[in-house]
């Protein structure tokens, strides 16, 4: 019997489960069958890897090739952190990552935002051995983003091997600056769950 495809939605800095289009697409992949979970990470206005990290891992439990992820900003790199650290032989079907970084960040205001940043930016973090643990992924930015620069793709496309995807006009995707719902991720992971089905044929 085929297990049901399970879908982990990670939200990034300030944010939560009911921001942006999250509720959107929540609701878009609960009609298509998937299993949806959309988590609160610990403090979000604190974001911390020690946190963060180990959260998404008691989330998830036992990942498997049914199993998915969707990341917005920090949420990317707590997605690719967590894929780092599993085990040997360990394969997840796939990820969509939306307006994600790890070479750098833009337009921050203060000491306590840039050591935030810091933190997420100077951690190390191994993408080849992430990508061991990932089939398939696509990385959504846009050409406006005010504080992920367009270059930040190339870790992505080269490292992860991820599929590439530019919007236009859509900021930090954020809800607020207007984006509720963004069917490119929908059409993103429906494109690696249908990979997924002819692969194994």
């Known amino acids: 019997m085929r297990m049901q495809k399970r879908v982990f939605v990670i ?16 609701k878009e992949l609960v009609a298509a069958g998937f299993k949806v979970f959309v988590p609160q990470l610990p403090k979000p206005d604190e974001p911390k890897i020690k946190n963060w990290v180990p959260k998404l891992n008691r989330v998830v439990g036992k990942p498997d090739a049914e199993t998915y992820f969707v990341g917005h900003s920090l949420g990317c790199q707590t997605i690719v952190r967590y894929l780092e650290a599993l085990p040997e032989g360990v394969m997840v079907g796939g990820a969509v990552f939306v307006g994600g970084f790890f070479k750098r ?3 921050l205001e203060g000491d306590e935002e840039k050591n935030i940043a810091y933190e997420w930016l100077k951690t190390p973090i191994d993408l080849k051995k992430a990508k061991t643990h990932l089939k398939k992924s696509v990385a959504i930015f846009s050409d406006d983003d005010p504080f992920v620069p367009l270059d930040n793709e190339e870790d992505f496309k080269n490292i992860l091997g991820s599929k590439i995807v530019i919007e236009h006009g859509k900021k930090h995707f954020a809800g607020y600056t207007g984006t509720i719902e963004l069917p490119a991720t ?11 089905r ?3 044929n």
Request: aromatic share 16%; proline share 6%; charged share 20%.
């Open 186 to 196: 929908l059409q993103a992971l429906h494109s690696i769950a249908k990979y997924r």
């Open 105 to 107: 960040l833009t337009g």
């Open 198 to 200: 002819v692969q194994s």
């Open 11 to 26: 939200h990034g800095w300030e944010s939560h489960p009911k921001d942006g289009w999250f509720p959107w697409l929540k």
